[in-house]
């Protein structure tokens, strides 16, 4: 099976930065895209970033303060997030289109999701 472990989240003051986290185990064949997206409380989950193969994807939100960035080798997906706001507050989750096998389609994976707060 496939499990994507997420790290990096915590307590952060406003204009503060956090480091994401996502590895992907398990049988992986290959990943075409990793992504991250946030829920809320009370709202919908909304994509914050993603990447496929060498091309990037923001949220217009975080355009400038967030980045995403992928080792292919780990299978492991970053989020470096800057300039931290209270409205980044958020369970953020990770997201992999990936296969287990050559001839089984691309499935999408979720990890359990880690919690940011941005407060002072």
């Known amino acids: 099976q496939v499990q994507l472990v997420e790290s990096g989240g915590g307590l952060v003051q406003p204009g503060g930065s956090l480091r994401l986290s996502c590895a992907a185990s398990g049988s992986i064949f290959s990943t075409r895209a990793m992504g991250w997206y946030r829920q809320a409380p009370g709202k919908q989950r909304e994509l914050v970033a993603a990447i496929t193969g060498g091309s990037t994807n923001y949220a217009d939100s975080v355009k400038g303060r967030f980045t995403i960035s992928r080792d292919n080798a780990k299978n492991t997906v970053y989020l470096q997030m800057n300039s931290l706001k209270p409205e980044d507050t958020s369970v953020y989750y990770c997201?992999?289109?990936?296969?287990?096998?050559?001839?089984?389609?691309?499935?999408?994976?979720w990890g359990q999701g880690t919690q940011v707060t941005v407060s002072s």
């Open positions: 997201n992999a289109e990936l296969r287990t096998a050559s001839w089984i389609p691309f499935g999408y994976y």
